[in-house]
C-alpha cells in the first residue's frame, strides 16, 4: 500500500484560501438564489504526492472510482480528482494537483454518496458510522447543508450515470514529466475528450481551457488525437459496470 506524504506544508494558505472560497459562494448564493462560484482556482498544495499515476477502482454501483492502494481520500469522478482532507474536499483534473478548494455546498452528490468503506484515511468522526453507508455529512456540516440538499442520500442507483473514462495518459507523467499547471489544460485537451456532466466541473473546465494559438504542451510525448494514451478518453477495467 503506498504511503503518499501529507504534510503540514501550505495549511494555513489552504485554509484562508477555503475559507474565502466558502464565504464567495455563501454569498452568491444568498444573492441570486444559485451557486455562481464552484471549484476554486487550481493553486492549493495539500501535502499529497502520489510517486505514479494511482490505481482506480470502480465503487460497486457507483459512477465513482476510487484509490484503494493510497493512504488518502481519493476519488475520481466526472473527469476530476476529488480529495477529502482536513475536513475540507478538494479538485483537480491532474492526479497529483495543484489542487482546488471546493465549498461542500457543491461537492457533487455522488461523490458524497460514497460509503465510508471507501474512504482510506477516514477522519475520527467517521468512527461508529455504517461502512456500507455514505458519511451524515448532514449530521457534520449542519441543517443548513442539509436543508439545502434534502433527500441527497436516497436515490436511484438504477439511474446513475456511467462513470467517466479515466484519464489513463497521465500514466506517462510523473517526476520530471508531471506538466507544471500552466501546461495542463493543453495537455488534458489534447488527449481527454470527455465533457464533463456537473456544472461546476464543466464551469471549471472552460475557466481553465487553453487559448486558442497555444503552443504544444511539454512534459509528454506528442500524439495526434485519437491515438496512444488517452486520445478519446481510456476507459480502464471495469468489472462492476454490468451496463457494457
Not at 16 to 22: A, D, N
Not at 53 to 65: E, F, N, S, T
Amino acid at each position: 500500500m503506498w504511503n503518499c506524504s501529507v504534510g503540514p506544508h501550505g495549511q494555513a494558505m489552504k485554509r484562508t484560501s477555503f475559507i474565502t472560497l466558502s464565504l464567495l459562494v455563501a454569498f452568491s448564493g444568498a444573492a441570486s438564489g444559485q451557486v455562481s462560484i464552484g471549484i476554486g482556482t487550481p493553486s492549493v498544495s495539500i501535502g499529497i504526492n502520489f510517486p505514479v499515476y494511482p490505481q482506480l477502482v470502480r465503487v460497486p454501483g457507483y459512477p465513482v472510482y476510487y484509490a484503494p492502494t493510497v493512504q488518502a481520500n481519493l476519488f475520481f469522478y466526472d473527469g476530476m480528482y476529488w480529495v477529502y482532507q482536513a475536513d475540507n474536499w478538494y479538485a483537480s483534473s491532474w492526479y497529483n494537483g495543484p489542487w482546488s478548494p471546493v465549498a461542500p455546498a457543491v461537492v457533487p452528490l455522488y461523490v458524497l454518496r460514497v460509503p465510508v468503506r471507501y474512504y482510506r484515511a477516514p477522519p475520527p468522526y467517521f468512527g461508529g458510522w455504517r461502512a456500507d453507508a455514505p458519511p451524515r455529512w448532514g449530521e457534520h456540516w449542519g441543517p443548513a447543508w442539509q436543508q439545502q440538499h434534502h433527500g441527497w442520500d436516497d436515490w436511484d442507483r438504477k439511474k446513475a450515470p456511467a462513470p467517466a473514462p479515466l484519464p489513463s495518459y497521465q500514466r506517462q507523467y510523473q517526476g520530471e514529466r508531471y506538466p507544471p499547471p500552466p501546461q495542463q489544460p493543453e495537455v488534458r485537451s489534447q488527449k481527454y475528450r470527455y465533457e464533463p456532466r456537473e456544472e461546476a466541473v464543466r464551469q471549471h473546465y472552460q475557466e481553465t481551457v487553453p487559448a486558442k494559438g497555444q503552443p504544444p504542451a511539454a512534459g509528454g510525448p506528442s500524439q495526434s488525437p485519437g491515438k496512444g494514451h488517452g486520445g478519446g478518453g481510456e476507459r480502464g477495467p471495469d468489472k462492476n459496470n454490468k451496463n457494457k
